[in-house]
């Protein structure tokens, strides 16, 4: 079993699309994130969730809206879709809040925007 | 602003050498410092990691050298094989901060037969 599953692997698009990214974890987290991987590598985080209440929202576009349904579930819907949106999103989950042990990450969805 | 810098951004070294990689943070009130190690098509994943109030840690052929009064710390990979080929990341997090955890850049690393 997948510890941090995300779906879909790949999505490619068209320019001003909607499209969502679902992401579950099955290792018993309190916590979820949404991290943003560009085209020179880099990692930052987007979101951060912990038992279904936002705790950390960053400097993100409001066209990006994550919902956490439940603990171990995290999706992140994105309007509107920009030719700047195309990156590899991560998910990831960590135990609990202020506890970032063991964080876990899925293994990536490639968005490209046409 | 950086919060975490990492060098070198690519390294190239024999099987069987030493891997160093190297990064430095700003915020001092950062209190945990993971490495991270990815794979092309997957996703980063936990290699070691150390509290500031250790200078080293080690584990198999990876070791985790801290300097706190430098704000710098370093992953020495020894006997490097190419199949720890992969792009390593430090990072830094607090725990207040709601875990979140800044990135260094990534460091890509070739080991060569």
């Known amino acids: 079993d997948t510890a941090v599953s995300q779906t879909p692997k790949y999505l490619v698009t068209q320019m001003g699309n909607d499209k969502s990214i679902k992401c579950e974890q099955n290792?018993?987290?309190?916590?979820m994130y949404w991290y943003k991987q560009d085209s020179k590598k880099f990692l930052k985080i987007m979101f951060s969730y912990n038992n279904k209440e936002l705790i950390i929202n960053e400097t993100v576009p409001n066209r990006f809206s994550p919902k956490s349904p439940d603990k171990a579930h995290l999706n992140l819907h994105i309007n509107s879709l920009e030719l700047g949106d195309s990156a590899v999103y991560f998910c990831?989950?960590?135990?609990?809040?202020?506890?970032?042990?063991?964080?876990?990450f899925g293994s990536g969805t490639r968005l490209t925007v046409v | 602003q950086q919060q975490v810098k990492q060098s070198p951004q690519s390294l190239i070294v024999q099987k069987g050498g030493i891997s160093i990689i190297n990064c430095a943070y700003e915020?001092?009130?950062?209190?945990?410092f993971p490495w991270y190690q990815q794979f092309p098509g997957k996703g980063p994943a936990l290699l070691i990691a150390?509290?500031?109030?250790?200078s080293e840690k080690k584990e198999g052929r990876f070791t985790i050298s801290f300097n706190k009064s430098a704000k710098q710390f370093s992953l020495h990979i020894m006997d490097s094989q190419p199949g720890d080929s992969a792009t390593y990341f430090c990072?830094?997090?607090?725990?207040?901060?709601?875990?979140?955890?800044?990135f260094g850049e990534g460091t890509q690393l070739t080991v060569n037969p």
């Open positions: 990072a830094a997090s607090r725990g207040a901060s709601g875990s979140r955890l800044t």
């Open positions: 290792l018993g987290h309190d916590t």
């Open positions: 150390i509290r500031p109030d250790v």
């Open positions: 915020n001092t009130a950062f209190d945990y």
């Open positions: 990831a989950s960590s135990l609990r809040q202020g506890f970032p042990y063991g964080y876990t």
